[in-house]
């Protein structure tokens, strides 16, 4: 007789696209599963509390910064619902990069990679009362405290499940491009998803706008590393399958449905912005905005950190923006390893003079992310120079984000990479 299984997710608004995804994932497997939300800590122990189920799986999903503070409240959580057959699994980015640390800082078991497939066997697991080391994705305590690697969960086509659980009433953003081929040193979606494109098919994408009008829902956005780029396998757009996309999309929708491309969640490489693609964008999306990924005004440091693109796209792309009627959102990341006084001075000139043009700055500093090639990066010192004038940009409304807190996240995740040295060996089942 299968043992049954609560669900119990701590359900962040940071986190929902993710979240979502799993839940999609079993929903379209037909695992048998009771689900329960805690959008706190205190509603999150209250649901494992009052679970009468065998086993009980509690979902936890993070980005690097916030591995701290969710640790904390996995802590709290613990100490205010504590019961046999518990385990606390997290995954997301951070439990795929960093598997011994988040099984150090107290959660069973860590998610290594995407998490459809993981998720699906792991319930089945529990509900036939299996070794965990036989589901893929996983990194368990060992007997020592090591983390134990189960084999590598599978890539799948984005079509193999959805974006969402509709008939859980549980909608967002639809993912239509995994992985990316631009393996920035400072990104962790490469590390994670591959490096290379894997798009979902224009029916899939008609297939979840109908679940959402169906259900009175008119807005549809996107989840995509880079949005020109749906459909094409390699680093020129493929504007005819995103004008396939697009029109799909606006078939499906009422006559008061708006598409929003280009925008949050998802950006617009510099290279990709035409006057024939913004032409393209014009005639389907609602959005009067662009996000713009720039990363730096100096060619040198784009160079280092495997941007593929210099300086020069960069102010071609807001000016055909701006042109075609888009203001865009371009941004910038300050205290990129390597980076000297005279790279600032120039990411400084670039941002003043794209706010000239029209553009708003979104203000970054660089993070020293598990999983990316620069984990291990010393970040560059930013002199109050370049805060007093990012301060002024700000000031005159010409740049936002939330740079300072993300230095912050930096000094945290670099003592975290002296603590977890890269070269330790992984310890495999099998």
Same mark, same amino acid.
């Given at each position: 007789?299968? *043992?049954?299984?609560?669900?119990?997710?701590?359900?962040?608004?940071?986190?929902? +696209?993710?979240?979502?995804?799993?839940?999609?994932?079993?929903?379209?497997?037909?695992?048998?599963?009771?689900?329960?939300?805690?959008?706190?800590?205190?509603?999150?122990?209250?649901?494992?509390?009052?679970?009468?189920?065998?086993?009980?799986?509690? *979902?936890?999903?993070?980005?690097?910064? /916030?591995?701290?503070?969710?640790?904390?409240?996995?802590?709290?959580?613990?100490?205010?619902?504590? %019961?046999?057959?518990?385990?606390?699994?997290?995954?997301?980015?951070?439990?795929?990069?960093?598997?011994?640390?988040?099984?150090?800082?107290?959660?069973?078991?860590?998610?290594?990679?995407?998490?459809?497939?993981?998720?699906?066997?792991?319930?089945?697991?529990?509900?036939?009362?299996?070794?965990?080391?036989?589901?893929?994705?996983?990194? *368990?305590?060992?007997?020592?405290?090591?983390?134990?690697?189960?084999?590598?969960?599978?890539?799948?086509?984005? /079509?193999?499940?959805?974006?969402?659980?509709?008939?859980?009433?549980?909608?967002?953003?639809?993912?239509?491009? %995994?992985?990316?081929?631009?393996?920035?040193?400072?990104?962790?979606?490469?590390?994670?998803?591959?490096?290379?494109?894997?798009? %979902?098919?224009?029916?899939?994408?008609?297939?979840?706008?109908?679940?959402?009008?169906?259900?009175?829902?008119?807005?549809?956005?996107?989840?995509?590393?880079?949005?020109?780029? +749906?459909?094409?396998?390699?680093?020129?757009?493929?504007?005819?399958?995103?004008?396939?996309?697009?029109?799909?999309?606006?078939?499906?929708?009422?006559?008061?449905?708006?598409?929003?491309?280009?925008?949050?969640?998802?950006?617009?490489?510099?290279?990709?912005?035409?006057?024939?693609?913004?032409?393209?964008?014009?005639?389907?999306?609602?959005?009067?905005?662009?996000?713009?990924?720039?990363?730096?005004?100096?060619?040198?440091?784009?160079?280092?950190?495997?941007?593929?693109?210099?300086?020069?796209?960069? %102010?071609?792309?807001?000016?055909?923006?701006?042109?075609?009627?888009?203001?865009?959102?371009?941004?910038?990341?300050?205290?990129?390893?390597?980076?000297?006084?005279?790279?600032?001075?120039?990411?400084?000139?670039?941002?003043?003079?794209?706010?000239?043009?029209? #553009?708003?700055?979104?203000?970054?500093?660089?993070?020293?992310?598990?999983?990316?090639?620069?984990?291990?990066?010393?970040?560059?010192?930013?002199?109050?120079?370049?805060?007093?004038?990012?301060?002024? *940009?700000?000031?005159?409304?010409?740049? +936002?984000?939330?740079?300072?807190?993300?230095?912050?996240?930096? #000094?945290?995740?670099?003592?975290?990479?002296?603590? +977890?040295?890269?070269?330790?060996?992984?310890?495999?089942?099998?």
């Amino acid at each position: 007789m299968a *043992l049954a299984v609560d669900v119990v997710v701590r359900y962040r608004k940071a986190v929902t +696209y993710g979240v979502h995804a799993l839940l999609a994932a079993l929903e379209t497997a037909g695992v048998e599963h009771g689900l329960r939300l805690g959008t706190t800590v205190e509603e999150t122990a209250a649901q494992i509390a009052a679970s009468r189920a065998d086993r009980v799986l509690v *979902l936890w999903s993070f980005y690097s910064p /916030d591995a701290d503070a969710m640790a904390a409240e996995l802590a709290a959580v613990r100490a205010l619902a504590d %019961r046999d057959g518990v385990l606390h699994i997290a995954g997301g980015v951070h439990a795929t990069a960093e598997p011994q640390q988040v099984i150090d800082a107290g959660w069973d078991l860590a998610g290594v990679g995407e998490g459809e497939s993981t998720i699906v066997a792991l319930v089945e697991a529990l509900r036939g009362g299996d070794p965990l080391t036989g589901v893929p994705g996983l990194a *368990l305590r060992d007997a020592d405290g090591v983390a134990l690697r189960t084999r590598p969960a599978p890539q799948l086509p984005l /079509d193999a499940f959805p974006s969402f659980p509709a008939r859980r009433g549980r909608f967002g953003p639809i993912e239509i491009t %995994r992985g990316c081929r631009y393996t920035c040193r400072f990104c962790q979606t490469p590390f994670m998803f591959g490096g290379q494109f894997r798009h %979902r098919s224009v029916a899939s994408v008609r297939e979840h706008v109908r679940e959402m009008a169906g259900h009175g829902l008119r807005d549809v956005r996107f989840i995509t590393p880079t949005s020109l780029s +749906y459909g094409s396998p390699g680093p020129g757009p493929d504007l005819d399958a995103v004008e396939e996309l697009l029109a799909g999309v606006k078939e499906e929708l009422p006559p008061h449905g708006r598409v929003f491309f280009g925008s949050f969640p998802s950006e617009v490489r510099p290279e990709h912005v035409t006057p024939e693609a913004m032409r393209l964008l014009k005639r389907y999306v609602a959005n009067d905005n662009l996000i713009i990924g720039a990363q730096s005004g100096s060619d040198r440091v784009l160079a280092a950190s495997g941007r593929g693109h210099d300086t020069s796209p960069v %102010r071609d792309a807001v000016r055909i923006a701006v042109e075609h009627g888009f203001r865009p959102n371009v941004d910038f990341i300050f205290g990129m390893p390597g980076e000297q006084e005279d790279d600032q001075e120039a990411s400084l000139r670039l941002a003043a003079d794209l706010a000239d043009l029209g #553009a708003r700055i979104h203000t970054h500093t660089f993070m020293p992310l598990p999983g990316t090639p620069w984990r291990d990066a010393e970040p560059a010192f930013i002199p109050l120079a370049t805060v007093r004038e990012l301060d002024r *940009l700000a000031q005159r409304g010409d740049a +936002y984000g939330h740079w300072r807190k993300q230095a912050e996240h930096a #000094a945290r995740l670099a003592e975290t990479a002296k603590a +977890y040295p890269r070269r330790t060996r992984r310890r495999r089942t099998g």
